[in-house]
């Protein structure tokens, strides 16, 4: 990493009070170059923490485009942060209208030239994305990073029409503790808690939304932007990463944005910002590519952004299993349209004699974090133990095979109960019998006609289904074997249906495999600049005696059958900031289910975020739990917040709700 210290421009940074057409006042946080003519503006919008959260990554990048001369805008949501108001809900248009509003006023800016960009990673992508569907006409370009485009089947609530376990309920308890934190009344001043208490008055948790829609309803559609894709006017850079759950949101704006205004790129990386050095790498100059972007369409330059191919795409040599790589050995190939020329459809048909699948319940326990961050314990280990819970095909591989896409699968199963799941898993399996996961993919059978409608099975019918598998870019050497593993559970990424431990039966004749096989040459000679940041915020980490908790714990209770899985999904810990802040957090999911019983289910997420300034004695703390358990009818679940200030307790609230399983 080099870290930039000279640039074209000299800057400065300010604090702003962004107003929204009805007075509530948004906190902003403005890098500007030291230029007497306006230039254009970059937007990062999301209801993150721009005074303590994000703040380490802000740091890294804006000041870094402020010095090439724009200006680089970081602005909190309504009722997060020290921005006025109260949050809306995760899926309020009243976010997104909000933030075409600040598009508008930092168009009318003296210091701005009218023309607006919008960038983010993950949820800020996202908006980026959904703010550009309202085609605010400042806003000529974005770059969105490891976001979503279908908020249903593609950002941790449903996977194939099944409910999420463990995406879901970490990101939901997540949101309700991050809008239960305080403004800081270093930047919102004396009425800091008078604006806290009200906001803690609107608070309700998330989960029960998400889960009380089961099928991909009007509420889902309006979230996302994969209804119309052509309600996106600006240029849009899609970025993602092959170990990231969103991936395949680039493949889809590829294909359905007009080429004259899209590129994609997919790395071998988690859900971060790719210059961040986090593994897998490798790392690329990220802030380069996106100011060659800015340039083309914010400025008006033939920087050469539109003369790469339409997807840069990574294809990661064969790999041992492992829960993290620092680096993943490979190739980058362009491609010149998506669906790609080079690319071909292989179909492996499966052989053998019918037989029955019914994995254990705990089958799953070795899927590595649904969200990968860069983390030790982050990726999939060796699949063998899944593969043995699953009924496993293998194609041996003759020669080395590029795979690039989606690959998908059509299966004959006959099914003795009205619900049920299925899951697919690609491994690349070694001459040794090490088996390294290369994707999968899900389908609830309730949602094979389409995840608009539940379609129980009629017991003891055969169909075939249908799906397709996340997006991947692999290459198979020659000697290893290409291994279909399917299984009927998947916990805890998928929580199991009523019955489910019946499985099903399936019938290799008329079933296969289908592999987006690419052409081995290598494609363009795509290259990149080294990662190059501003420099860092200097935000401390205090060591500590204690012994840190397994990132992913599995203990089996032999006697009861009963397997548990205690996952740390925040490793910051505590955080001392230049501006004399503390912040201290911690959580623990835990995630529990008896082998032969789908119905015994259960989660649990507790956390905690410490909010501190030892100078002036201000200390808040905001603690959460979450709990969900299923009977074959109902969901249940029960949630706590519990905010104090200076030790005393300032709002206490539970929540449980019960929730019809419709067709999760």
């Known amino acids: ?67 090439h001369g724009y200006v680089s805008v970081r602005v909190d949501a309504r009722g997060h942060g020290n921005s006025e108001g109260v ?88 949101h309700l503790s991050s809008v239960c934190l305080p403004p800081d009344p270093l930047y919102a001043g004396k009425a800091w808690r008078e604006q806290w208490l009200g906001r803690l008055e609107s608070v309700e948790p998330f989960l029960p939304t998400w889960l009380d829609r089961q099928l991909r309803d009007e509420h889902w559609r309006r979230a996302g932007v994969r209804e119309d894709y052509g309600a996106i006017r600006a240029a849009v850079l899609a970025v993602g990463g092959w170990h990231d759950p969103h991936r395949d949101t680039v493949l889809r704006l590829v294909e359905h944005l007009p080429p004259d205004r899209v590129r994609g790129l997919i790395g071998p990386w988690s859900h971060q910002y790719p210059d961040r050095g986090l593994p897998p790498g490798p790392a690329i100059g990220f802030l380069q590519e996106t100011l060659r972007w800015w340039d083309q369409w914010l400025k008006g330059a033939d920087s050469g952004a539109m003369a790469e191919p339409l997807l840069r795409a990574y294809v990661s040599d064969s790999h041992p299993p492992a829960t993290r790589y620092e680096t993943l050995p490979g190739r980058w190939v362009g491609e010149p349209s998506w669906p790609s020329p080079h690319v071909t459809t292989v179909r492996y048909a499966l052989r053998g004699a019918p037989l029955p699948v019914r994995s254990p319940q705990h089958t799953g ?36 095979t590029w795979v690039l896409g989606r690959p998908g699968v059509r299966l004959r199963l006959t099914c003795e109960v009205p619900r049920g799941q299925v899951i697919a898993r690609v491994c690349d399996v070694a001459p040794d019998g090490a088996s390294t996961l290369v994707t999968r993919g899900v389908l609830n059978l309730s949602a094979r006609q389409g995840p608009e409608r539940a379609a129980p099975w009629t017991p003891g019918a055969t169909e075939e289904v249908a799906f397709e598998l996340q997006g991947i870019g692999h290459a198979f050497p020659a000697g290893h074997r290409i291994r279909l593993a399917v299984s009927s559970a998947y916990w805890p990424w998928i929580w199991p249906q009523p019955g489910s431990a019946a499985g099903f039966a399936l019938d290799p004749a008329g079933s296969f495999l289908e592999l987006p096989v690419r052409g081995r040459e290598s494609g363009g000679g795509v290259t990149f600049e080294e990662p190059e940041q501003a420099e860092p915020l200097g935000v401390n980490s205090p060591a500590t005696l204690d012994e840190p908790r397994p990132q992913r714990l599995v203990v089996r209770d032999v006697a009861k059958g009963e397997w548990r899985l205690e996952a740390d999904p925040c490793r910051d810990g505590t955080r001392m900031y230049p501006d004399g802040l503390e912040t201290t957090e911690e959580a623990l999911e835990t995630y529990t289910i008896s082998e032969s019983d789908p119905l015994s289910a259960r989660t649990r997420c507790d956390w905690s975020i410490r909010l501190h300034r030892p100078e002036t004695a201000w200390d808040t703390t905001v603690r959460t739990r979450s709990e969900i358990t299923c009977d074959a009818a109902e969901f249940v679940t029960s949630e706590e917040a519990v905010c104090t200030a200076g030790g005393e307790v300032v709002f206490h609230r539970t929540w449980e709700t019960r929730i019809p399983r419709t067709s999760g």
């Open 365 to 400: 326990v070795d899927a590595g974090r649904f969200l990968p961050l860069g983390e030790e314990a982050d990726l999939p280990p060796d699949q063998r133990e899944e593969d043995a819970r699953s009924a496993c095909f293998d194609f041996e591989v003759g020669e080395e």
């Open 87 to 174: 949050p809306a809900d995760g899926h309020s248009v009243t976010e997104y209208s909000d933030g075409a509003g600040v598009v508008t006023w930092l168009a009318a800016q003296p210091w701005c030239d009218g023309k607006v960009g919008m960038f983010g990673v993950s949820r800020g992508g996202f908006d980026s994305l959904r703010i550009a569907a309202l085609a605010p006409e400042p806003l000529k370009a974005v770059v969105t990073v490891c976001s979503t485009d279908d908020r249903y089947d593609n950002d941790g609530h449903y996977m194939g029409g099944s409910v999420l376990a463990a995406g879901m309920h970490t990101r939901a308890v997540g």
């Open 1 to 67: 990493m080099h870290i930039r210290t000279s640039f074209p421009h000299e800057t400065a940074h300010e604090d702003l009070r962004i107003p929204l057409p009805d007075g509530t006042l948004l906190h902003a946080r403005a890098w500007r170059p030291l230029t007497d003519e306006p230039v254009p503006a970059l937007l990062e919008y999301l209801p993150g923490r721009l005074s303590d959260a994000t703040a380490p990554r802000d740091r890294q990048r804006h000041p870094w485009y402020a010095g």
